[in-house]
């Protein structure tokens, strides 16, 4: 008989924490079927209307441009869709190995009312204020937790997991960017994008983390990009000690004391400085999964960068393209006529493409550790030694967040991208003015 989640199981699932659309609850309940559990329910954006159609199906032009990607498109529903999204796209390209596509679960309305009732005081207000658990849902994604081991061998043993948020790990070089956004060439998309977040107040100082350092596959690279992680964690870095976060922003809860974090590490790691071990242990883990390297692979289908891409999006929707309609007949006649002359199949490719990498750009990583024993038995899981302690640990690391981004969000993606790159433009521009008129007056006082 199917499971049915009903109201009355809502007491059993604990907020967890969120992103921008989905709500994540975890198992706390004595059912065997859902030990190690967490349910992801979806959120619709509030004052936002979401009609039927929009619910069950994809758009038309998300049927087009999936058509030949397994079966999202004659999926009965959107959670379906999404989830034959991961496994027919996603898994695909990153391998089985780290991805867990999940299986989706029927809930009752009363379900989704009573779990969004409970939640709401654990949500931050930011994310209250924009979107409410979608009660007209009707199923939800049951996934393994993955800040945890499932129980078996080794019960027991402490479990801390590390989840780290990459983003983009290369720097575009496509011809298609304008010659005034050449920048884009030499300053990572996360670092311009921090100066807008600042400007934004939704961050409250720059990230000193770098993507490129994280994907270099140099150790002490990675290394740095781990120490900058914890340096200034915002929404990329989370740590969890057997379930419960203890270092990082998640949901209404925030802990930043890097003292307090060395304490849990403590019991884990036999050693002074912990916290250098355990960015050593992170290091390790990324090396020897090699886990980041498919990820990066994946993010640079985005070839022509989103100020390419944006061409053929028009002429998918048939539409004169309002990049070439502003820059004038001379843009139109050079570098992009070559891009709306193309079959639209390549059209459709070039779309996909940097849809899927953009899922790439912004899904999660968690790694898991749980000390071994020498007389554990035998683990089928990876082991990693740690060199100035000489202990094992088991090592496991699943992607989380593989959703399909819409396609009706690429003029959004483009002008966020041109929002991202003037206010950057803007700041080097008013650093570079201050550091000439230093100069100038360090000059002029001089003498
Ligand atoms: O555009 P970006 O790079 O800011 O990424 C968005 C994320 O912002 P970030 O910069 O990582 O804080 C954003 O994360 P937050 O809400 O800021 O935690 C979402 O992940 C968003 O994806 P979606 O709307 O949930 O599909 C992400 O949007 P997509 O670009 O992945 O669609
Ligand atoms: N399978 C899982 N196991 C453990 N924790 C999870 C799992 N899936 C999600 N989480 C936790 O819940 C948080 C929110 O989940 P998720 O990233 O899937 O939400 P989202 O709304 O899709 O995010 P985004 O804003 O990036 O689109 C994650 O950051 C992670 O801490
Ligand atoms: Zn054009």
Redesign the pocket.
């Known amino acids: 008989m199917e499971i049915i989640l009903e109201e009355k199981d809502a007491g059993d699932w604990s907020y967890r924490g969120e992103?921008?659309?989905n709500l994540v609850l975890a198992y706390t309940g004595s059912s065997p079927t859902f030990s190690g559990k967490i349910i992801r329910v979806q959120k619709v954006v509030k004052n936002g209307s979401m009609e039927e159609t929009e619910r069950s199906v994809l758009s038309k032009h998300e049927s087009i441009l999936w058509k030949d990607a397994g079966s999202i498109v004659t999926s009965p529903n959107k959670e379906i869709a999404e989830q034959m999204y991961v496994q027919s796209v996603m898994i695909p390209l990153l391998g089985s190995e780290f991805v867990d596509p999940g299986v989706r679960i029927l809930v009752s309305r009363g379900f989704l009312e009573s779990v969004e009732r409970d939640s709401l005081s654990k949500r931050p207000g930011s994310r209250v204020k924009a979107a409410n658990v979608d009660c007209c849902a009707d199923s939800v994604m049951l996934m393994s937790d993955h800040s945890v081991f499932p129980q078996g061998a080794s019960k027991g043993a402490p479990c801390i997991t590390v989840e780290i948020?990459p983003?983009?790990g290369f720097l575009p070089s496509s011809s298609f960017m304008a010659d005034e956004n050449a920048i884009k060439k030499n300053a990572t998309?996360f670092k311009m994008?921090q100066v807008l977040?600042l400007q934004q107040l939704?961050v409250q100082q720059l990230s000193k983390y770098d993507p490129l350092d994280l994907f270099s596959a140099s150790r002490d690279r990675i290394h740095e990009a781990i120490n900058a992680l914890f340096a200034t964690p915002?929404?990329?870095l989370r740590v969890f000690l057997n379930g419960s976060l203890i270092y990082g922003d998640l949901g209404g809860t925030k802990f930043d004391e890097i003292e307090a974090f060395e304490d849990h590490l403590k019991s884990f790691i036999h050693e002074e400085n912990g916290l250098r071990s355990f960015v050593h242990l992170i290091g390790e883990a990324i090396l020897k999964l090699g886990v980041l390297d498919r990820l990066l692979e994946i993010q640079k289908l985005d070839k022509i960068d989103v100020e390419g891409v944006i061409h053929a999006y028009y002429d998918i929707v048939s539409q004169p393209c309002k990049l070439c309609k502003k820059f004038g007949e001379n843009q139109q006649s050079g570098k992009y006529s070559s891009l709306h002359s193309i079959p639209v199949d390549e059209s459709l490719k070039i779309v996909r493409d940097y849809l899927i990498a953009?899922?790439a750009?912004?899904c999660s990583l968690m790694i898991s550790f749980r000390p071994r024993e020498d007389d554990d038995p035998e683990s089928h899981y990876r082991t990693i030694c740690l060199g100035s302690t000489k202990q094992r640990f088991d090592v496991k690391a699943y992607f989380i967040?593989l959703?399909m981004?819409?396609f009706n969000?690429m003029e959004f993606?483009y002008e966020?991208d041109q929002k991202i790159v003037n206010s950057y433009k803007q700041k080097v521009g008013v650093e570079h003015e201050a550091a000439n008129k230093g100069t100038i007056e360090g000059y002029e006082t001089g003498y």
């Open positions: 992103g921008a659309v948020k983003k983009c998309r994008h977040k939704k915002q929404n990329n953009a899922t750009k912004d967040d959703d981004k819409p969000k993606y966020l």
